[in-house]
């Protein structure tokens, strides 16, 4: 699909022109905070929630204009995280999109602070944005479904459960509870965010809703196989190191050829749910597909 692909080339080229513009001001920052916010955030990567943003504002007909603060905000929350994870109390990564970690660029507690700082900028710029602000009902909604995403019901509370399961033997429902908090949650907010500004009908929003869980869950199991069939030069990060963290992964669990057929299975699942959209879903559609096929 030529023409999809070079949409979401459009889409990546927006969002990475648009970030800086998000980041706090040097003159309002100290320097050192600054310069952690900015090294995490600006280090790249597929800017895959903020995709599923635009995809789902797509499937909906909505303006990308409109969409660019609950991207921004979405993928910073997602950065903080990342920053958190690697942190020798929590994943213990040296690298990160194939540079060296923000604890390891600066220290450990300019990384958490960096961290905290981009996780608050990130509800500051759905507060004030000004498209969002015409629609304060939707705009509730939006910021009440991030908050839920990245807390206790969410990413927080799926990264407590990882740690927990840390050298356990779980189940395949186990696990995929843990990943459906982990990290389904934001996916999921990505893709309901645009319905919730469009104040969507309910099957519209139920679609997207799934459509995000599903994909959440099926791109974690492939990242689990990445760990184990990955090239790191291409993933940015070590490979099998969940195996030495002793951590509960698909392929340990139902084997890297199950694993596979689960994350296709689960993609197929989602692809389904896009009938109920009156846009063009063909983004969607490929982001699915992504989701199961990449960084090899």
């Given at each position: 699909?030529?023409?999809?692909a070079a ?9 990475e022109n ?9 003159s ?14 600006l280090?790249g ?9 635009y995809a789902?504002?797509?499937a ?18 997602h950065?903080y ?9 929590m994943d213990d ?50 910021i ?11 990413m927080?509370g799926?990264?407590?459960l ?9 189940s ?5 509870d843990?990943?459906?908090f ?5 996916i999921?907010i ?6 919730l500004?469009?104040?969507?009908p ?11 869980q ?8 492939f ?18 190191a969940?195996?030495a ?5 698909f392929?340990a669990?139902?084997g ?15 692809l389904?749910?896009l ?5 063009d ?14 960084d090899?």
């Amino acid at each position: 699909m030529p023409e999809t692909a070079a949409i979401i080339r459009a889409w990546q080229t927006r969002f990475e022109n648009n970030l800086p513009g998000y980041l706090p001001e040097p003159s309002r920052t100290p320097p050192l905070l600054q310069k952690a916010m900015t090294y995490s955030a600006l280090a790249g990567g597929k800017r895959i929630r903020p995709l599923f943003v635009y995809a789902s504002g797509r499937a909906l007909n909505l303006d990308d204009n409109k969409l660019d603060g609950i991207a921004t905000a979405i993928e910073l929350i997602h950065t903080y995280s990342l920053i958190h994870d690697d942190l020798p109390s929590m994943d213990d990564d040296d690298l990160r999109r194939g540079q060296p970690s923000s604890h390891r660029k600066f220290d450990e507690a300019t990384a958490i602070l960096a961290g905290d700082a981009l996780q608050a900028l990130a509800f500051e710029i759905l507060a004030a944005d000004p498209g969002l602000g015409a629609h304060p009902q939707e705009q509730i909604a939006i910021i009440l479904g991030l908050a839920r995403a990245c807390g206790a019901s969410g990413m927080a509370g799926g990264q407590v459960l990882d740690l927990d399961s840390l050298g356990k033997q779980i189940s395949q429902a186990e696990l995929e509870d843990i990943h459906a908090f982990k990290t389904g949650a934001l996916i999921q907010i990505s893709t309901m965010a645009p319905a919730l500004l469009a104040s969507a009908p309910g099957s519209q929003v139920n679609a997207l809703s799934s459509y995000g869980q599903l994909i959440g869950l099926a791109f974690q199991v492939f990242d689990d196989l990445l760990d184990v069939i990955g090239n790191s030069d291409v993933t940015g990060k070590p490979s099998r190191a969940d195996a030495a963290r002793l951590k509960p992964a698909f392929p340990a669990i139902i084997g890297v050829e199950k694993s596979l057929e689960r994350a296709h299975e689960l993609r197929d699942s989602a692809l389904m749910e896009l009938t109920h959209l009156p846009g063009d879903t063909d983004t969607l559609e490929w982001l699915a597909g992504y989701a199961v096929d990449r960084d090899r």
